[in-house]
């Protein structure tokens, strides 16, 4: 296991030489990759393969779907991204949404030559689902952690809008601005509706069952399925567009990032296959690191497994139990922890993280740029948000 979390960055390197140096397709890249890797760490080739297909199918179904659907919306109908203010405001409504991959891969129009507000709104996504209720990451923390949603949710809006504005400043830092204006239209309901439907998923699953139970909860859960989205973001954009275009619908522009998403999801579960996160996880546990612990926790499981869901439950599962020890047993102290193992789950997204590859595709940038930006970027806001959190448990 350690031998396998040694090997990772140096399968990071590998990928990102592949694709720029050898100039092979992501899919391609990531695939060659995960055999080598596979076959270093020790794993057999059966247990390889099996890992492999069961994240591949998996992104393919949660985020392969809405890939299409937001290309398609793109090439029919929404042909102008969004201006600087909407396009924050986009990131903020697709974060509270089930799934933060699924929202960004809708958005891929806000993003068209635009890649400053494309990464600035990407990373506005990932803060804003990392932190805020009722994004499913910020409900499985607060309710492994025993937190109150109100307390957490309060506690949370500063270490949002610090994470968010660090996430702008990074991203201003490293991407010319670009004179495109920013249109909206009513054309944009074809990605508002999903959006909209993605919000309802996340209250819907929410522990407290607001929405109601039975066939209300599975109703909204139901239709907000990736396939029922892209149908319905597909449709608009066919009635918004006036006139029938079936060469736009019959592109296939969205195939490599398609195969790249894909393929990060295969990754992701062979690195989860070997069982280094955990193991690595559990050397952050230790009480005199305070708030830090939960932090580390998540941020480790985030960086090897790439999946910010299971950082979250994993982190908050190994530190729930050590909250007395660390100070953080209050009903104060619970929310701490729970927002700071949102905050770990922000870093650091990469090759292994089918999010990663979109907004790398929507901010055109090459693998190893996307590292240095939306990598770094992911870092910087995860490191600031501790700081406020950090700063906020002095006066609580």
């Known amino acids: 296991m350690i031998l396998a979390s040694l090997l990772l960055p140096m399968a990071v390197a590998a990928i990102v030489f592949l694709i720029q140096r050898v100039r092979l397709p992501v899919f391609l890249a990531i695939m060659a990759t995960v055999v080598v890797y596979g076959i270093a760490a020790d794993m057999t080739f059966d247990s390889v ?72 709104l990407a990373l506005t996504l990932l803060a804003v689902a990392a932190l805020l209720a009722p994004s499913p990451l910020a409900v499985a ?11 957490g949710f309060m506690l949370a809006l500063p270490v949002t809008a610090v994470a968010v504005a660090l996430g702008w400043w990074h991203v201003a830092r490293q991407v010319p601005s670009q004179p495109t204006e920013g249109q909206l239209s009513w054309a944009w309901l074809c990605i508002g509706i999903p959006l909209g439907l993605l919000f309802l998923q996340s209250v819907a699953q929410m522990p407290s069952e607001p929405l109601g139970r039975g066939g209300a909860r599975e109703f909204y859960i139901g239709i907000s399925r990736p396939l029922m989205l892209t149908a319905i973001a597909v449709t608009l954009a066919v009635l918004f567009a006036r006139r029938w275009e079936p060469s736009v619908l019959a592109g296939r522009s969205w195939a490599p990032l398609l195969l790249a998403v894909g393929a990060s999801g295969g990754l992701a579960r062979v690195f989860d296959e070997t069982g280094m996160s955990e193991l690595l996880a559990e050397y952050a546990l230790h009480p005199r690191y305070g708030v830090l612990t939960p932090f580390l926790a998540a941020a480790i499981v985030k960086t090897m497994q790439g999946n910010s869901l299971t950082a979250v439950l994993t982190a908050s599962g190994m530190v729930e139990p050590m909250l007395p020890a660390l100070g953080l047993d209050s009903a104060s102290g619970r929310a701490i922890a729970a927002a700071a193992v949102g905050a770990g789950s922000m870093a650091i997204c990469h090759v292994n993280d089918p999010f990663f590859w979109i907004a790398a595709h929507m901010g055109r940038l090459s693998p190893g740029r996307a590292l240095y930006v939306i990598s770094l970027g992911s870092a910087v806001m995860a490191i600031g948000a501790l700081i406020v959190i950090a700063a906020i448990r002095q006066f609580i």
């Open 141 to 151: 923390a607060a309710s492994v952690m025993k937190a109150g949603l109100w307390s």
């Open 49 to 120: 393969g099996k890992a492999f297909g069961l994240g591949f199918t998996a992104a393919l179904e949660q985020t392969g779907l809405l890939v299409v659907a937001g290309a398609l919306v793109g090439g029919l109908v929404l042909r102008t991204p969004l201006g600087t203010g909407t396009s924050a405001a986009a990131g903020l409504v697709a974060g509270l949404g089930a799934s933060a991959p699924a929202g960004l891969a809708l958005l891929q129009p806000a993003g068209q030559d635009a890649p400053r507000r494309a990464l600035g």
